[in-house]
């Protein structure tokens, strides 16, 4: 038996639950106390995540240069997520992103319902991550969809919602891969290794790109539940496009929630479990969710990039020591992601769980 064919129960769209008015969220929706948004304190409103200027980043002058990798290296050691501006990506193309986005999920419901997914690729439009049936759900919808590997890239998997909507996408992913590989490159150096040392333990030019775009409907009760429950996550690096508008991500910083204040047209980057398993700890993966609320609804874009599923990923020999042995053992992407694919989003406990004991 395959408990990955199809959804144990039947889908309910968020938003259509949303759009109801009804004035109570179902039951199903309903987090226990602990992880309701209230429960641990959330730090003063000055606190943000560090925001970095890679401008200059390419320059002559290397000092600044140095500064640059330096705040990247803090921030990939004590944050796990940063925001970067003058990244190179084209604003308007953001901008253009998004507004596709909004119209899918604005779109009639039966014009969504073509492209609803199955927990077996989970491409497409879907409503729950993990396939446990009775299990309490996130207030999200989302829709995914691969770039890379390219025979994995399906375009009638993609929505075609607008004439030049596949061609926004194509060049929305292209540009991210992009910034990815440099940012790769940056990580590699801060770990002390060559600069093209940590993109081929990824695998090289066969690594995965794909995207999950959320969409969270107003909530009539936001106190009780979550858009995004907590989760680190489980692939290489994350470059979030967040709602300009609506804020709701948190990052968890020392036992707190820090609410992320996105800077307009930055991208928030964040660390994945695989480059906390090939650091062996030195970057780390940081827990994070999203809070929904009952006035606006909220769109962001996950774009991850990910090592090459089938080879496998352990610390990197370089970054193990007599004083600094591997902390996890060799898995690979595949075998990794089948566990969020059938649980949903966990907290930390994957990662945590590989631990090799000592
Ligand atoms: C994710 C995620 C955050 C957000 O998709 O993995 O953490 O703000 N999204 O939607
Ligand atoms: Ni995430």
């Known amino acids: 038996m395959n408990k990955l064919q199809d959804w144990p129960e039947p889908i309910v769209r968020v938003q259509s639950l949303s759009d109801s008015g009804i004035p109570l969220i179902p039951e199903r929706y309903v987090k226990p106390i602990l992880q309701r948004p209230s429960v641990n304190p959330t730090t003063s409103n000055d606190v943000n995540i560090p925001v970095i200027d890679l401008a200059r980043l390419y320059g002559d002058d290397h000092a600044l240069r140095a500064t640059i990798l330096d705040q990247i290296s803090i921030a990939c050691r004590e944050w796990g ?3 970067v501006i003058n990244h190179g990506v084209s604003p308007q193309l953001m901008d253009r992103a998004r507004e596709v986005w909004r119209q899918f999920f604005h779109s009639p419901m039966e014009v969504k319902q073509a492209y609803a997914n199955t927990p077996k690729t989970y491409e497409g439009y879907g409503s729950r991550l993990g396939v446990e049936k009775g299990a309490i759900l996130d207030w999200s919808d989302y829709y995914f969809l691969h770039y890379l590997p390219l025979p994995l890239k399906d375009y009638n998997k ?3 919602i607008t ?5 926004v996408l194509d060049e929305y992913g292209k540009q991210l ?7 790769m490159k940056v990580l590699s150096i801060n770990l002390g290794l060559g600069e093209e ?3 081929n333990a990824f695998g090289g ?12 409907p107003k909530c009539p009760q936001p106190d009780l539940t979550l858009g995004l429950s907590s989760h680190s996550d489980p692939g290489g690096m994350t470059l979030l496009l967040p709602d300009s508008n609506v804020p709701g991500l948190q990052v968890r910083k020392d036992g707190n929630w820090i609410t992320v204040k996105p800077v307009p047209h930055a991208f928030i980057v964040n660390i994945g479990d695989q480059i906390q398993v090939l650091s062996n700890a030195t970057c780390k993966s940081v827990e994070h969710r999203v809070m929904v609320n009952s006035s606006e609804e909220r769109l962001s874009l996950a774009f991850f ?9 352990e610390p990197l020999k370089e970054l ?5 042995p591997p902390l996890y053992p060799a898995m690979t992407f595949d075998e990794y992601r089948l566990f969020i694919r059938m649980r949903g989003p966990c907290g930390k406990s994957q990662v945590e769980s590989l631990k090799s004991p000592r």
């Open 205 to 216: 030019e066969n690594i995965g790109a794909c995207l999950r775009v959320n969409f969270y």
């Open 305 to 313: 990039y990910n090592p090459r599923s089938d080879i496998p990923i």
């Open 197 to 199: 040392q940590l993109q």
């Open 163 to 167: 004439a030049d909507c596949r061609a």
């Open 158 to 160: 993609w929505p075609a």
């Open 81 to 83: 997520f940063f925001q």
């Open 177 to 183: 891969v992009e910034l990815c590989g440099k940012l």
């Open 320 to 324: 193990v020591a007599p004083d600094r």
